[in-house]
Structure formats: C-alpha cells, structure tokens
Nanobody, 126 residues
Framework: VQLQASGGGLVQAGDSLTVACVAS????????MAWFRQAPGKERQFVAA???????WSGDSVKGRFTISRDNAKKTAYLQMSNLRPEDTAVYYC?????????????????????WGQGTQVTVSS
C-alpha cells in the first residue's frame, strides 16, 4: 500500500485548506485512515482518524476546526482545515491500517498504523 499526501501550502491565519491522501494498492474501503502532524523539534501528534464505517475522531487541539473524510471511490482521505492558526504549522502525514480502529484511543498512536505517506507541509503565517 502506498499513500501520497498532497495539498499543503502557505496560508494566513484564519484561512482554510484541504489536504488529501490518495492510496494505491490494497482495498481502500477496508482501511482505517488517519492524519498526524509533526512540527520541528516536536513529537508526531494525532490530528484525526476515520474508520471504514466513517466513524471518526479528532484531536483536542483541532476539534471543531478540522474534519476528516473519505471517498472510497476515489481511494482518497481528506483533512479539511479551517480557522488555521500559526501553531497548526507542521508536516502533515497520512496513515492507514487494514483493521478497524477501536474507541480505546489507540487511534491516537502512530504505532497503530501500518502504512505512512511522505507528508505535506502546511505553514500558517500570522
């Protein structure tokens, strides 16, 4: 399974941006998908995850501003980001696994995912 993230860029605080993750290989509809981000000098942070049944979760720092979605026909997961803040600046990575995520917060752990994309840079200026 290969994951290709795209759509990052330079935006201003308060702007919106959508990043996408296209999967190739395997059966996308079976995957649980997630987005993580990593800023320089910081650990990789959970952003959002979505199960094959569209059950989703968001991290506390993005709740109400970011929305994860998926389009199985396009084999693509999206992260819609609104009201962006300078502290959202990071490399955004998509991740996947071919088993269902449970509600015990395992979805927040990078180790829960088997496949990773290369990342796309999102920079928010103040």
């Amino acid at each position: 399974v290969q994951l290709q993230a795209s759509g990052g860029g330079l935006v201003q605080a308060g702007d919106s941006l959508t990043v996408a993750c296209v999967a190739s290989g395997g059966t996308f509809s079976r995957y649980a998908m997630a987005w993580f981000r990593q800023a320089p000098g910081k650990e990789r942070q959970f952003v959002a995850a979505i199960n094959r049944n569209h059950r989703s979760w968001s991290g506390d720092s993005v709740k109400g501003r970011f929305t994860i979605s998926r389009d199985n026909a396009k084999k693509t997961a999206y992260l819609q980001m609104s009201n962006l803040r300078p502290e959202d600046t990071a490399v955004y990575y998509c991740a996947a696994r071919d088993t269902i995520l449970s509600d015990n917060r395992e979805y927040t752990l990078p180790s829960a995912y088997y496949y990773w994309g290369q990342g796309t840079q999102v920079t928010v200026s103040s």
